[in-house]
């Protein structure tokens, strides 16, 4: 709906002027509105050419863009586990089998294989989410781990760290808040990877087998701290060791892959 | 450059950062603090007190928030020590009440079997404790492997504070430390104006005229006395002489209820409240019986026995305050009690011991003195020789340090004399076969009577339980069951008791303030940090990219 349309060819200049400027605020509160709904957004080109906008509001418009975004998937978050919490109640009973001593390994690692809808969570945000180079992926991973922490992190921080009591585990759930920040961009940037058509397929096994590192880290560090019995500071650790490689590789994978298709 | 063109970027660079630094303060400020969830909360028990006769005993206050410490690192009036039992001796704990701002300790782990000397001490320490006055709140708690550790680790922290060789060495003891914040959230103990203490009285008629038949009575206390009130279980002072009284009580309702052995002797049992202090329930008892309007039987009465710690040997003492004259139903009694312990159980030995009353000291020694004050003939029996051993009052005085077959050896003796004696028999056996002591039914009522502190304060409210059933026990057996309650007067009372007798202690691990300082440095440094890496991240990725091309060159 271009404004130059709406210019009748009847009535006065005044009144010609009038309806053009209703018709540039209605564009313009559509766009915004395109936004808050997350209706098919519109870029400034559909608006009308003929207005052009201060340098403050395309700040403002991009910021809620990217904000908007970082939301977006962290609902797409929160319904995955929605997913899996169904798919864990319904196949996995919970057995108190408190008289059980040791790990139910194949339990466990059936358990672990449904945080494999984690991945296609990521992957439907890569997807659904329009954006552009680096911030693409930054974006899904940023939201992905906001939407994480504030679902299993903030309460018990808001509730517990100000207790009369200090305790070590706030900091250490800290710490791990932010190894899980780097988890998360590492396992977008690996979804996104894995999802590019142009990759060079000798890199797909090597990427295919880190998602399933990632996949599996809770249960391998589970395994970890049963076969060695460290305390947490040492388990902590050797999770941001495990997390920095993963990130370090996947980092080199990326920029070579970023490179080749011409994103700098 | 890497980010320039980047949202991500634009996301910090508008209003987002100025917001978050409204709107976490004021998150942290409305975030709910919660400080009753401590880590660790164990029941402890307040020590006693109590008022007799206007003077006060035991421990006057009860709440407490103080910073724990080991008995040798306290300092000021600040600090509250926990430690173990064995670990503090009497002068230490004279200078901690004087000095420090409250007490906690721990008993030991397994309370019925420490060695002799161990016993003797912990007695002798709880002696101290009872006998002056004591300002600060003293607590006991049982033990418990998390408490272990807490004192484990008070002592361990604080025990080199002045012996740290530099002043850093110093601070870095005070950084690394793990205090604790003992914290007991009583309401001040304030006198109890509920207190009612039952006495309960049960009789078996002899045959003929009640009036003209003579009278014995057989009296017991039933309540217990320990540093601590809700750990005075006292199983053998005085759960022992309770449990002979009813045996006495079932065996000769027995013979009562059959015509042939219905003897002419009236005999009256009562069970006495709190004995402990300084026997108030024998005394109101005997003042109503005596100064009442009525005549009562007890005014003519042969002897009166009391029975007192009847089960730590096979000794028995008889206590008397004056030599009964011979000839007389009391010496009659004693020298009955001999001669079985002579013949027919040789196990048992039975002595007299005499002790003048002596008024002068604040509480009377033995029960019978309450009634040979008002001229009845009156002795004791006790395994004890002396009224000053501690056992009479101590917490060790539990279950598992009794043998019930001691009790079930006194119990024949003293069923058997009282039997030739009513029966004016000069030998033989009355209770033997089916109507004999019957050791199952001694064990049972001591087990019953020593899974519950009895201490006078916790039986003092109206209708309680465990009064209710050694009624219910009595009126089984005996006649005319009632129990009589007495109060103190209102305004000059002889005794008084006080609430809060036990509380939940709650210790919050806490770090010195200046840990907390570190700590913040600590995290300024990390996010410093962190903020450095992700600033200098498109060098990192310019970096990464060089080495990669280098390597896709070198592979060309």
Not at chain 1, 98 to 125: I, P
Request: glycine letters at 6%; one cysteine or more; a negative charge.
């Amino acid at each position: 709906m271009s404004v130059a349309q709406t210019v009748a060819p009847t009535g006065s200049v005044r009144e010609a002027l009038g309806r053009i400027q209703k018709e540039a605020v209605v564009a313009y509160w559509r766009y915004y509105a395109g936004i808050y709904l997350g209706g098919p957004r519109k870029t400034k080109k559909h608006l009308s050419p003929n207005f052009a906008f201060s340098e403050d509001e395309t700040i403002v418009l991009s910021e809620y863009g990217t904000f908007w975004k970082c939301v977006q998937a962290g609902g797409i978050y929160a319904f995955t586990q929605l997913c899996k919490m169904l798919i864990l109640a319904t196949f996995f009973p919970a057995n108190d089998g408190s008289g059980q001593e040791g790990m139910d390994f194949v339990g466990e690692f059936l358990k672990a294989t449904v945080d494999l809808a984690d991945l296609g969570g990521l992957y439907l945000v890569l997807m659904g989410i329009p954006g552009k180079g680096h911030a693409k992926v930054l974006t899904a991973g940023v939201g992905w781990a906001g939407a994480d922490i504030l679902l299993t992190r903030f309460l018990l921080l808001w509730l517990g760290a100000r207790g009369a009591e200090f305790d070590w585990v706030y900091i250490q759930k800290s710490f791990d808040s932010n190894i899980s920040l780097v988890q998360h961009i590492t396992t977008a940037t690996l979804v996104w990877l894995w999802s590019r058509h142009d990759l060079n397929r000798s890199l797909l096994p090597i990427v295919t087998a880190m998602l399933l590192l990632c996949t599996y880290k809770i249960l391998l560090m589970e395994i970890f701290v049963q076969a060695t019995v460290s305390g947490p500071w040492v388990a902590l650790l050797v999770r941001a060791i495990y997390t920095l490689c993963l990130g370090v590789t996947t980092l080199q994978i990326y920029a070579g892959f970023a490179q080749s298709i011409g994103v700098y | 450059m890497w980010f320039e063109a980047d949202e991500i970027v634009e996301l910090f660079r508008g209003y987002i950062p100025y917001y978050l630094l409204i709107a976490l303060p004021i998150f942290i400020i409305i975030s709910p603090v919660n400080p009753v969830g401590a880590s660790h909360e164990f029941p402890v028990y307040r020590m006693q007190q109590y008022d007799l006769h206007g003077v006060s005993h035991g421990c006057r206050s009860s709440p407490v928030n103080l910073e724990a410490r080991s008995v040798g690192g306290w300092g000021t009036s600040r600090h509250c020590v926990v430690t173990c039992l064995e670990d503090i001796t009497s002068d230490q704990f004279r200078e901690i009440c004087t000095k420090a701002g409250a007490l906690l300790i721990m008993l030991p782990r397994h309370i019925t079997n420490l060695h002799e000397e161990m016993k003797k001490r912990m007695m002798d320490l709880e002696e101290t404790m009872m006998l002056q006055e004591v300002s600060i709140p003293v607590y006991f708690a049982e033990w418990s492997p998390d408490l272990q550790y807490i004192v484990d680790d008070i002592s361990r922290s604080f025990v080199s504070d002045d012996r740290a060789g530099s002043a850093t060495e110093a601070l870095m003891n005070s950084v690394s430390a793990n205090g604790y914040q003992i914290v007991i959230s009583t309401s001040q103990a304030t006198a109890r104006a509920d207190v009612n203490i039952a006495t309960i009285q049960g009789k078996l008629s002899g045959y003929g005229v009640e009036e003209k038949l003579p009278t014995i009575a057989i009296v017991a206390y039933y309540d217990s006395f320990g540093v601590a009130p809700e750990l005075s279980f006292g199983a053998d002072s005085n759960g022992s002489g309770i449990s002979l009284l009813l045996e006495l009580a079932r065996l000769f309702s027995h013979l009562y209820s059959s015509p042939k052995s219905h003897a002419r002797y009236n005999i009256i049992f009562l069970l006495s409240g709190a004995g402990k202090l300084n026997y108030q329930g024998s005394k109101k008892w005997l003042e109503d019986q005596l100064d009442g309007l009525d005549s009562s039987l007890i005014q003519d009465a042969s002897y009166i026995l009391c029975l007192d710690t009847v089960a730590t040997s096979k000794n028995l003492y008889v206590h008397v305050s004056k030599p009964p004259r011979d000839g007389s139903p009391g010496a009659l009694f004693i020298k009955e009690l001999k001669d079985i312990a002579e013949h027919l159980y040789p196990s048992v030995t039975v002595d007299t011991v005499h002790k003048k009353i002596n008024l002068a000291e604040e509480v009377l020694a033995w029960e019978h003195e309450r009634y040979s004050i008002r001229r009845l003939p009156a002795f004791t029996l006790s395994s004890l020789k002396s009224h000053k051993d501690s056992i009479r009052a101590s917490i060790l005085d539990v279950r598992e340090n009794v043998d019930v077959t001691h009790l079930a050896e006194n119990t024949r003796v003293i069923a058997e004399a009282l039997a030739r004696h009513i029966f004016n028999l000069t030998s033989g056996e009355v209770f033997s076969g089916t109507l004999g002591v019957e050791i199952d039914s001694l064990r049972s009522w001591l087990d019953f009577l020593a899974t519950q502190p009895r201490s006078a304060e916790l039986l003092a409210e109206k209708s309680n339980s465990l009064v209710i059933s050694l009624k219910d026990a009595m009126s089984r057996y005996l006649k005319e069951v009632k129990i009589t309650y007495q109060t103190p007067d209102k305004r000059d009372p002889e005794f008084v008791f006080y609430d809060v007798t036990s509380a939940i202690v709650n210790v919050y691990s806490v770090k010195p303030a200046i840990f907390d300082l570190f700590l913040t440095f600590a995290i300024a440094v990390y996010l410093g940090l962190v903020y450095l890496v992700i600033q200098n991240f498109p060098t990192i990725y310019t970096t990464v990219c060089k080495i990669i091309s280098s390597k896709k060159v070198r592979s060309q």
